[in-house]
């Protein structure tokens, strides 16, 4: 077995036959490429910080799981992470950024409490599974409008023409669709506080987040581990609603309390503030947002030049964090999975609903890996008869 350097400056084995192969585990060696679409791939110098933070906290002699919440060393996490979020996203004065329990489903359902009233309106668009998600919670709240939909082209679109009534609460969409692997291009303009569910994009572009009433994330796909959600709130949209909202699900408690009404998530912030300064350390959100567009653009000119793939979704809503596509050969789909599996790729595997492949290309995942993925694509189709 013969290991050498590629030109693409990452390792592959070069064996004389397929079954040869072992399967690379070693994230060290490089073998291993995660296109993971959720809980996903992080920066390894994170891994090696929080690593390090485990057995020992900024040299207290405590782990960064056995500190207490209230002290003057998690304070600190805690509010250069919030910082870091409005640097990073320029945030004026009237948003708050908070960090709060649960996964982005919880804010399915903290969103319309703390902003929708029994009898009134809020609008949606539905544009995939998460979309229909936040949709059925907030019609446990009040009314729902769904005032556009991808249903009719089998969610391989974003809606473009549509109207939101004056009267809505608030316009909620969900600007990336993990599972589908579409993305809205553009920030519809509405008159209606904006609500967006930006959990599988957040970070990875510029956009006026000033234009946002309301962005919720879950962190696991693109800003730390699982068990946090980034909110941040313009707080003029809040104490609207007539209902007694539960002290813990009311957004202005915590941010009376500096995101500590009770115990956060403490190493879940803390891998948070780990990837925002890696983040900030790379050039911020427009740095690595061309970076993305060219991890986006080297993956779908290779399926589009494929003779054996095809996207799913119309090349203007593609998804520059999750590209899906299918085989036009469906037969061949379990073997170039196997092919991929057996030279390092992890976590292609399309979701149950649209098949195929879905390759996630969060900020963490260096070009190197799209670029050994669309060399695969290509080495597979030369073995095609
Ligand atoms: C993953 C995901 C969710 C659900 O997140 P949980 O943390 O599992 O609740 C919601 N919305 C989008 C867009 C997602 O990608």
Known sequence: MIIQWMDLGIFAFQSVKMNDMITPLSRDGGFVHNFNAGPSILPKTVLEEASKAILNFNNSGLSILELGHRTPLFQAVMDEARALVRELMQLDQDHEVLFLHGGASTQFMQVPMN????????????TGVWSSKAIREARLFGKVEVVCNSAATGYTTIPKDFAVPNDAKYFHFTTNNTIYGSQWQKIPKTSNPLVADMSSDIFSRVLDFNAFDLIFAGAQKNMGP???????????ILGKVKRSIPTIMDYRNHIREGSML??????????CLLTLKWLKEQGGIPAIEKLNNEKAALLYSAIDASSLFKGTIVPEDRS???ACFVM????????FLQFTKERGIVGIKGHRLVGGFRASMYNALPISSVAYLTKLMKEFESRIP
């Not at 699982?226 to 003029?236: E, I, R, T």
């Not at 009770?262 to 891998?271: G, K, R």
């Open 115 to 126: 902003l929708l009233d029994e009898k009134e309106t809020a609008a949606y668009a539905d």
């Open 320 to 322: 520059k964090m999750n």
């Open 328 to 335: 036009k050969n469906p037969a061949l789909e379990a073997s």
């Open 262 to 271: 009770n115990t956060p998530p403490v190493f879940a912030v803390y891998v």
């Open 226 to 236: 699982a068990g946090v959600n980034l909110v941040v709130v313009n707080s003029n």
